[in-house]
């Protein structure tokens, strides 16, 4: 077996041993509003629930040379978004909304995806999504290097949720009806594949 020290590995060879071990990874689609009032979509993959009792998420949104992405300047300053998760349905959609764009154009209008109005929060989600969830931001740290902050790790509480009727029943959400995908690495993704089960001990 091969073994690393980490702090003798690149920023990129950490990020790829990383992305290649750590997976599947489930995949967020953010919105935000930037005090201009622009709608900001962005996915991302260092995502996961963080508590069920409240029902509180998390997001790492990395810097980019020591600078905010605009997801994580907006959620500060607004301290509202909504989480959106990723489907075979509209994966594609969501990807092109990946693309750098400056803090005055919108990836939701780039890729053509429909705002829906939120009930506790003033920024809109998308209607592409099966399952979305209104969020406000709970935490808040920087990460990373001493002088200049890695990445934006960003706690939020779940306050509504919205999910197609079709793919919720007695409390449960019907997983093949999701169809949720996820990130592997590289431009590689996964759908649920095989299901099985395993009883848990007593």
Do not use: W
């Not at 990020?15 to 622009?38: H, N, W």
């Not at 962005?42 to 629930?49: D, G, L, M, Q, V």
């Not at 978004?81 to 092109?96: A, G, R």
């Amino acid at each position: 077996m091969l073994s690393f020290d980490p702090a003798r590995l690149s920023e990129r060879d950490n990020y790829k041993f990383l992305i290649g071990s750590i997976i599947p990874r489930p995949i967020a689609f953010v919105t935000t509003r930037s005090k201009d009032g622009v709608l900001n979509g962005a996915p991302f993959s260092y995502f996961n629930i963080v508590s069920s009792n409240p029902p509180m998420i998390s997001l790492s949104i990395q810097r980019s040379g020591g600078n905010q992405k605009d997801t994580a300047r907006n959620i500060l300053e607004s301290r509202e978004f909504v989480v959106h998760i990723v489907d075979e349905h509209n994966v594609d959609k969501i990807n092109q909304t990946a693309a750098s764009l400056a803090p005055d154009e919108s990836e939701v209008q780039l890729a053509n995806l429909t705002p829906a109005d939120s009930v506790k929060v003033a920024v809109p989600g998308v209607k592409e999504a099966k399952v979305r969830m209104e969020c406000v931001l709970e935490h808040t740290l920087e990460l990373g290097g001493e002088e200049t902050p890695g990445c934006d790790f960003i706690i939020g509480k779940v306050v509504q949720y919205h999910i197609e009727k079709g793919i919720y029943e007695n409390g449960r959400i019907d997983a093949e009806g999701l169809a949720a995908v996820s990130r592997l690495a590289g431009n590689h993704y996964a759908k649920i594949g095989e299901v099985f089960e395993i009883q848990r001990p007593k």
